[in-house]
């Protein structure tokens, strides 16, 4: 039954993985991710599932691997330290192609940084941590009910594309208690992974399916197959000619890119009469925020009721929606961009507008989180002149 | 009756090792092993590393998973815990095993998870070219060591006893054998298992050690073991006795035969002990502890 529940960020995280049918959780505790093992260790067991806590977040990534082809929906979670040290693994997991999930509860860093304290500084690191040309997918919840609905709709994509996602916190979500809206388990859409079908001696697990995404068999099952992190045909057997290496890298990348319909979209909500045809004094600024710091933003447009602001909050900051934004700024006079680091995603945004309008950055990186104030000084100061 | 045959992918061959590479042997008694046991091939899982050891996988018709470089057993347990059913056999080098993946190997046998792990341990790195490893000998040559090398080798039975492996061994490539039979031992056991098959690399380490040729090298695996413990000649009456050898060097004695075998339960048993404990206690109940 659907039901309104007073949960923790992290509580939610728990609560969406196992609706979604995750039933393996590999991991190593630490701030502020760490209910989300405690949890799983104390829920996975009676549902048949599995919950273990590895030597290290390398491990825990391996096991994440080993798991989803064994047949599991898998997730971990971590911060920043752990989420550095699961790269090499992550590459694994999409040359492999093995659905899995990671949840990383963004801290301050770098390096054991501000442990228990927000920011949204591994970004880039979601999006080029691991090494080589990869996809990557990243959700980015802003609210508690997110970290419910967005978990859910990691595990879906993982499924569906065959690949690791993540869904990107951070400390202040992780902890927040607020009221979240969770549905219905029978209401929720799940998916699970392309399966095989026809004689197992046919089976070929890099053979695409029409969405570019190979059906993968079960360890244990009739569909006997290997896999492997070397550049491989579609038998898995390693090849080492260009020819081939082209071929995989581009399906690996495409898969994600032409299934883009499958991502969760961006919320864009107006205040002021914002956008086109803006009725408010003053004129029309696009602030683009995620998570934590599209909260903070909500409060500027609530703080400047006459002005017309609009906010663009990507829920899927991996691949970027770029046409959506795009289409949104010849209409607005500047575009701002919050960001609780020194300015990652504002590169990206720039690289979007296309000089076609000016980019202002307001961002923080102490720890603290970003407040209303500061998103409208930055407001302020990229639409020049008197400000408004 | 299956042979090793069943399990090898001969579309595969030829083998990449080099002549006298002692790899080659060690995938034939697996493979025998497996048909010994009459494994199925659904049912099996290799995981290897990266490493000319590692490269196995090409040559085996079972599921498979190539994975990164010392990361098998992590891999292998993530497998393990989630199909408790299904035979699990980590592939991995020196260099995979002992000492990028050293952590994953001692909490692998500590955990007792029900993977076998089949090391060839031939002293240095082959892949790279013949640097040395966590089990290089004092004093032995290797293109990083070329002065001869300073620090203490592993001994990887005794680390995977300390560590809380239930089975252990060890034998030589040579050993043709010995090696299929503790294969099959090990391949049996519900806890952590380990063979340790120490083999000759002659492009590396037998050239940099002026080891003479292949077949010099392989003649000195015969020479230099020991056996020891159950079925062994010199015996120290029980598994479990894993004397230091004299000296480390490249030319110490090895020990060899089954070393340890004990009954500890596996991870596998006590965490099905905490499953069924949890679905009896019933959905959102909260453990004691809490
Ligand atoms: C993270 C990482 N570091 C380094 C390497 C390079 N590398 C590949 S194989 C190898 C060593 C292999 O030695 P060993 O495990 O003893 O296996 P062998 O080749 O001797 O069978 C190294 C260092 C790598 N693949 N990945
Ligand atoms: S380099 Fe050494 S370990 Fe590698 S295939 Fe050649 S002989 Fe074997």
Redesign the interface.
């Given at each position: 039954m659907a039901r309104t529940a007073f949960l923790q960020g992290n509580e939610a995280v728990l609560e969406g993985a196992l609706a979604a049918g995750a039933?393996?959780y590999?991991g190593y505790p630490i701030t502020p991710s760490s209910e989300i093992a405690e949890l799983a260790s104390?829920?996975l067991?009676?549902?048949?599932g599995?919950f273990?806590q590895?030597?290290?977040e390398?491990?825990?990534m391996?096991?994440?691997?080993?798991?989803?082809?064994?047949?599991?929906k898998?997730f971990t979670a971590t911060s920043g330290p752990g989420f550095s040290l699961m790269q090499?693994?992550i590459?694994?997991a999409v040359m492999?192609e093995a659905p899995c999930v990671v949840i990383n509860v963004m801290r301050s860093g770098p390096s054991t940084g501000l442990a228990t304290k927000p920011a949204q500084a591994d970004i880039m690191q979601a999006r080029w941590g691991t090494h080589g040309d990869h996809p990557a997918v990243a959700l980015v919840p802003s609210s508690v009910s997110e970290c419910f609905s967005l978990t859910v709709a990691a595990f879906n994509l993982a499924e569906r594309l065959r690949t690791p996602v993540f869904v990107l916190s951070d400390e202040i979500l992780g902890h927040m208690r607020e009221r979240a809206d969770i549905p219905d388990t029978e209401a929720l859409e799940i998916w699970d992974r392309p399966r095989p079908a026809g004689d197992p001696a046919d089976y070929r697990p890099y053979r695409p399916g029409p969405d570019g995404v190979p059906p993968l068999g079960t360890?244990?099952?009739?569909y006997?197959?290997?896999?492997?992190?070397?550049m491989h045909d579609e038998r898995g057997?390693?090849a080492n000619d260009a020819k081939t290496a082209a071929a995989s890298v581009a399906r690996l990348v495409g898969k994600v890119s032409r299934n883009a319909q499958w991502l969760p979209r961006p919320e864009v909500v107006r205040s002021g009469g914002g956008g086109e045809g803006g009725t408010g004094a003053g004129r029309p600024v696009l602030i683009v925020a995620f998570g934590s710091s599209a909260r903070a933003a909500r409060q500027t447009m609530l703080d400047h009721p006459d002005h017309p602001l609009t906010l663009f909050r990507p829920r899927t900051l991996w691949p970027f929606p770029e046409a959506e934004l795009s289409a949104l700024v010849d209409g607005h006079a500047a575009v701002v961009v919050a960001e609780m680091n020194t300015g990652q995603l504002v590169g990206e945004i720039e690289r979007i507008t296309a000089g076609r309008r000016a980019v202002g950055l307001a961002w923080r990186s102490d720890g603290e989180i970003i407040t209303p104030e500061e998103i409208w000084a930055a407001v302020r100061r990229t639409l020049g002149g008197d400000g408004r | 009756m299956s042979t090793y045959l069943d399990y090898l992918d001969e579309n595969a061959l030829p083998l990449m090792w080099c002549p006298g590479c002692g790899d080659g042997t060690i995938l034939k008694a697996l493979l025998g092993a497996f048909a010994t046991l009459g494994l199925k091939r659904e049912n099996t899982v290799v995981v290897t590393g990266i490493g000319c050891w590692g490269k196995a996988d090409d040559y085996i018709r079972t599921n498979a998973i190539h994975g990164t470089h010392g990361r098998a057993l992590a891999v292998a347990t993530g497998v393990k815990a989630f199909r408790p059913g299904l035979t699990v056999v980590a592939l991995m080098g020196d260099g995979d095993c002992a000492t990028i993946g050293g952590n994953h190997f001692i909490h692998a046998a500590r955990r007792n998870i029900g993977v076998t792990a089949i090391v060839a341990n031939n002293l240095n790195y082959g892949m790279t070219g013949g640097q040395f490893s966590g089990t290089t000998p004092v004093g032995s040559r290797t293109s990083t060591s070329p002065f001869g090398h300073t620090e203490n080798p592993f001994d990887l039975c005794r680390l995977a006893e300390a560590a809380g492996a239930n089975f252990v061994a060890r034998t030589t490539a040579y050993h043709f054998k010995q090696m299929g039979q503790l294969m099959v031992e090990a391949l049996q056991e519900p806890g952590f298992s380990l063979v340790e098959v120490v083999s000759p690399c002659p492009t590396y380490f037998g050239r940099f050690n002026k080891q003479g040729s292949a077949s010099e090298m392989w003649r000195s695996l015969k020479e230099r073991a020991r056996a020891v413990g159950p079925g062994g000649t010199e015996a120290p009456a029980e598994a479990g006795s894993l004397e230091a050898p004299p000296d480390d060097g490249p030319d110490a004695p090895i020990l060899t035969g089954r070393l340890v075998s004990r009954h500890k339960p596996s991870f596998a048993e006590r965490y099905a002990a905490v499953q069924a404990t949890a679905a009896r206690a019933g959905e959102g109940a909260e453990p004691d502890a809490r």
């Amino acid at each position: 039954m659907a039901r309104t529940a007073f949960l923790q960020g992290n509580e939610a995280v728990l609560e969406g993985a196992l609706a979604a049918g995750a039933r393996f959780y590999a991991g190593y505790p630490i701030t502020p991710s760490s209910e989300i093992a405690e949890l799983a260790s104390w829920r996975l067991p009676g549902l048949g599932g599995v919950f273990i806590q590895m030597e290290d977040e390398i491990a825990s990534m391996a096991a994440l691997v080993g798991a989803a082809m064994a047949g599991a929906k898998a997730f971990t979670a971590t911060s920043g330290p752990g989420f550095s040290l699961m790269q090499e693994n992550i590459g694994l997991a999409v040359m492999v192609e093995a659905p899995c999930v990671v949840i990383n509860v963004m801290r301050s860093g770098p390096s054991t940084g501000l442990a228990t304290k927000p920011a949204q500084a591994d970004i880039m690191q979601a999006r080029w941590g691991t090494h080589g040309d990869h996809p990557a997918v990243a959700l980015v919840p802003s609210s508690v009910s997110e970290c419910f609905s967005l978990t859910v709709a990691a595990f879906n994509l993982a499924e569906r594309l065959r690949t690791p996602v993540f869904v990107l916190s951070d400390e202040i979500l992780g902890h927040m208690r607020e009221r979240a809206d969770i549905p219905d388990t029978e209401a929720l859409e799940i998916w699970d992974r392309p399966r095989p079908a026809g004689d197992p001696a046919d089976y070929r697990p890099y053979r695409p399916g029409p969405d570019g995404v190979p059906p993968l068999g079960t360890f244990g099952g009739p569909y006997v197959f290997h896999v492997t992190s070397s550049m491989h045909d579609e038998r898995g057997v390693s090849a080492n000619d260009a020819k081939t290496a082209a071929a995989s890298v581009a399906r690996l990348v495409g898969k994600v890119s032409r299934n883009a319909q499958w991502l969760p979209r961006p919320e864009v909500v107006r205040s002021g009469g914002g956008g086109e045809g803006g009725t408010g004094a003053g004129r029309p600024v696009l602030i683009v925020a995620f998570g934590s710091s599209a909260r903070a933003a909500r409060q500027t447009m609530l703080d400047h009721p006459d002005h017309p602001l609009t906010l663009f909050r990507p829920r899927t900051l991996w691949p970027f929606p770029e046409a959506e934004l795009s289409a949104l700024v010849d209409g607005h006079a500047a575009v701002v961009v919050a960001e609780m680091n020194t300015g990652q995603l504002v590169g990206e945004i720039e690289r979007i507008t296309a000089g076609r309008r000016a980019v202002g950055l307001a961002w923080r990186s102490d720890g603290e989180i970003i407040t209303p104030e500061e998103i409208w000084a930055a407001v302020r100061r990229t639409l020049g002149g008197d400000g408004r | 009756m299956s042979t090793y045959l069943d399990y090898l992918d001969e579309n595969a061959l030829p083998l990449m090792w080099c002549p006298g590479c002692g790899d080659g042997t060690i995938l034939k008694a697996l493979l025998g092993a497996f048909a010994t046991l009459g494994l199925k091939r659904e049912n099996t899982v290799v995981v290897t590393g990266i490493g000319c050891w590692g490269k196995a996988d090409d040559y085996i018709r079972t599921n498979a998973i190539h994975g990164t470089h010392g990361r098998a057993l992590a891999v292998a347990t993530g497998v393990k815990a989630f199909r408790p059913g299904l035979t699990v056999v980590a592939l991995m080098g020196d260099g995979d095993c002992a000492t990028i993946g050293g952590n994953h190997f001692i909490h692998a046998a500590r955990r007792n998870i029900g993977v076998t792990a089949i090391v060839a341990n031939n002293l240095n790195y082959g892949m790279t070219g013949g640097q040395f490893s966590g089990t290089t000998p004092v004093g032995s040559r290797t293109s990083t060591s070329p002065f001869g090398h300073t620090e203490n080798p592993f001994d990887l039975c005794r680390l995977a006893e300390a560590a809380g492996a239930n089975f252990v061994a060890r034998t030589t490539a040579y050993h043709f054998k010995q090696m299929g039979q503790l294969m099959v031992e090990a391949l049996q056991e519900p806890g952590f298992s380990l063979v340790e098959v120490v083999s000759p690399c002659p492009t590396y380490f037998g050239r940099f050690n002026k080891q003479g040729s292949a077949s010099e090298m392989w003649r000195s695996l015969k020479e230099r073991a020991r056996a020891v413990g159950p079925g062994g000649t010199e015996a120290p009456a029980e598994a479990g006795s894993l004397e230091a050898p004299p000296d480390d060097g490249p030319d110490a004695p090895i020990l060899t035969g089954r070393l340890v075998s004990r009954h500890k339960p596996s991870f596998a048993e006590r965490y099905a002990a905490v499953q069924a404990t949890a679905a009896r206690a019933g959905e959102g109940a909260e453990p004691d502890a809490r």
